[in-house]
Nanobody, 123 residues
Framework: QVQLVESGGGLVQPGGSLRLSCAAS????????MGWYRQAPGKERELVAV???????NYADSVKGRYTNSRDNAKNTVYLQMNSLKPEGTAVYYC?????????????????WGQGTLVTVSS
């Protein structure tokens, strides 16, 4: 069993900053991709930022230059530093990871989601 536990959400004023954390635990051989999605009220879930193989990060155009995704491989943890927050950044932010697991006879990739953490940007 693999779990992703997020923390760091809350209420912040426009222009402010927040840092989200997501720690993976459980039966983990390795982690391929790890990053963040968000879902605003009445909208579909969308990609925010994800670290892919080789360490490169893909960002949504709407957050480039303001959000920074980083990863601590030793701790199986990913962070999202969000600066210059805008009201349209209000959403539930979900951590996502593609986790490698050893099962009898092979290695499998398991996609895991966190429970989500609410970020509200409002004055």
């Amino acid at each position: 069993q693999v779990q992703l536990v997020e923390s760091g959400g809350g209420l912040v004023q426009p222009g402010g900053s927040l840092r989200l954390s997501c720690a993976a635990s459980g039966s983990i051989l390795g982690i391929n991709t790890m990053g963040w999605y968000r879902q605003a009220p009445g909208k579909e879930r969308e990609l925010v930022a994800v670290i892919i193989s080789g360490g490169r990060t893909n960002y949504a155009d709407s957050v480039k230059g303001r959000y920074t995704n980083s990863r601590d491989n030793a701790k199986n943890t990913v962070y999202l530093q969000m600066n210059s927050l805008k009201p349209e950044g209000t959403a539930v932010y979900y951590c996502n990871a593609a986790v490698l697991q050893m099962v009898p006879g092979r290695i499998q990739t398991l996609e895991v989601w966190g429970q989500g953490t609410l970020v509200t940007v409002s004055s």
